[in-house]
């Protein structure tokens, strides 16, 4: 059989599953999520030296530190594994619940009811994690998922879909509820992208370039994010010592996330009195700064001159852009123009500023006061996540079961008929 | 200027009003609505010397009657197009709405708010009305519009809009916020569904042709329907004499929209008692029957031969598909698989059946016991509508102010950092 015949039986098996899975009872997803969790520490096993076989393969081929750590699995990984399977088993089964019930004139009831969203693809890449997460985020919403995971990660994510995908067999959720690509190569995306008849939403995770691919080939609808170019803006009626602390947490507690920051925006009110020491701190942990003409002015040398580019860089990396503004105008200008409608912050003591910040910055979560390192499914509530949204439809920020269903209106009459 | 450079500044300055019109009070933005009504009316010689225009240039093509009827504007179109204007202002205004607040153990407060879409493009067909309709829609929604109407509405469209957008020079709404696209030829769309730098969403209003091309070309996320092939299955525990008048109303009260019946699917148990009367019923009002064998078998020769096509053809006219089966579980995999997600009915007696039905149906708007012909934004009470969604994502059904918003997160902390 062709990979393209293989991938569309494998869809048209999970659209079926997908409208059985849709009438399920919380209960038999929640037990099932339970067993998931029990199957993946019974089996680490076998999970562990498959994933043994990636590990091997990428250090053959000369893969980067960073890769490999990704795709590493030790006992500790495995058991927050089947803790997130527990965790989104506890989780409001957001499928039946009545958004808005309303009566019309006529008497019809209607009900605005949350559904499942139907087939769910998810094209990832070299976290293993990956695959059980978005499985059990898209049973507790009621979806079928085809994963599509990277090829570096192969072995690991077989292993942990046929230890999940065998829990289903005592159970009365269909088997191909839960779906792998049986291909870790590229040409498998782009056949999955097309089969837009069978499924409902792709969701892309990975770097930029993927994403890019993605959203271009895909006449499924995407939701997605490219990049995370997130500020933090302090203005000059901030605290400047929690300002501080939260402008080093956002750059340096994981620099490698979409969530940390890459600008620092300085009000320059206290730009003389808040940079130097401020920058001093970053450079000590091993900060690059690249700093405005005014930010240089104040510092001197030891920061690199800006270019126009910086301003739109995701560094993803221990280097960091610092612009002084003359007022939060130019702040919000400058996110609006520059951001990615991701995450920023201000930092003041101000409300009505805070506000004003809130209500004009374009992004899908702000702050005030507080580190943009929070957006993130389980800092959120959510449980978990199957990614973060800077799209505007559909969903925006963290997203977890809630924004993987759809809703449909109920209608209820006794015989209305249109005048 | 070119027609891109032309189409590039006007978006651009609609994404800077845009900033602006997501702040601006819900006071302002009725009182402008206000004024807009009133504007209509003062100004309806204006506008309907314009429609001559337009409609002596129809008749001179040779267009036909329907398209002439909806290109036709006169005193109680104008009257209806200033009432949806006045509607519109007495709505809820949907931003600033906080969808949910929750608090987590670290004491961060996250507040979900309801905010504008930013730039919404609309592109539809022949009718002027949908130029004031939309241009109201979004203002009270927060978002910027650009309006592409079809080049058979250009002079009575550009005499709309003039009003319109005149009326804001007394408003602190910027001029930008409304614009209509200034040339009603095709390359103009082209132009339009790539500029996602600037555009957020995409609504296109019209014929499946026109919907398929900007589904194809667009770059901007798109939320639309192709076509309504709706059902009503009438049970063997139906009153069949409301399943009569439901049945005769969905198909014959305005074939021609996308919420009319298509296919009428009857219980086996009760397709003798039934369907010789409603098929008179039908054939008296002018509708072509094409059935299945059994219905065939049971009215005889009077009786077209549905093919396999017709299940999923919308007829738009006065044509009805006739299919007899054997349980409510084939009638469910008959809409599933042949319809379009947009509006189904059950007629029946028994609750427990309905509830059935209404899980498993896969579509936007599912009805007990009413005609299909109510899924429509001021039937569901959403003041007017600026299209119906069968898409999934973001919007199901009648899309009003709500369906064009998305949210933010507003997270208020107190120096909090990620540990």
Redesign the interface.
Known sequence: MSLKDNILNLVKAAKKAS?EL??ISTRQKDEALCKMASALLSRKKYILSENKKDLLAAQNQGYSTALIDRLTLNEKRIKEMADCLLETAKLKDPVGEVIRT?K?PNG?I?RKVRTP??VIGIIYESRPNVTSDCIGLCLKSGNAVILKGGKEALHSNEAIFKVLQGVLKKTKIPLSAINLVPSADRPAVNILLKMDKYV??IIPRGGEALIRVVAKESTI?V?KHYKGVCHTFVSDKA?LS?AC??C???KV??PGVCNAMETMLVHKGIAKKFLPQMIRDFQMAGVEIRGCPETRRIIGDGVKAAIEEDWSEEYLDLILSVKVVKDIKEAIEHI?QYGTQHSDTIVTKDKKE?QEF???V??????????T??TDGY???FGAEVGIST????A??PMAVEELT?????????????K
């Open positions: 409208r849709a009438v309303f019309r019809l209607i969203i139907g409902d939403l609808p939701v605290d929690m602390k939260i080093f947490n956002a507690q994981k609006n805070a809130l209500n004009r374009d992004s899908a979560c702000l702050y005030v006061n507080a580190s390192r929070f800092q959120f509530g799209d505007k439809l559909h925006r920020g759809t809703y449909k209106y109920m209608v209820y009459g006794q015989g209305q008929i249109r």
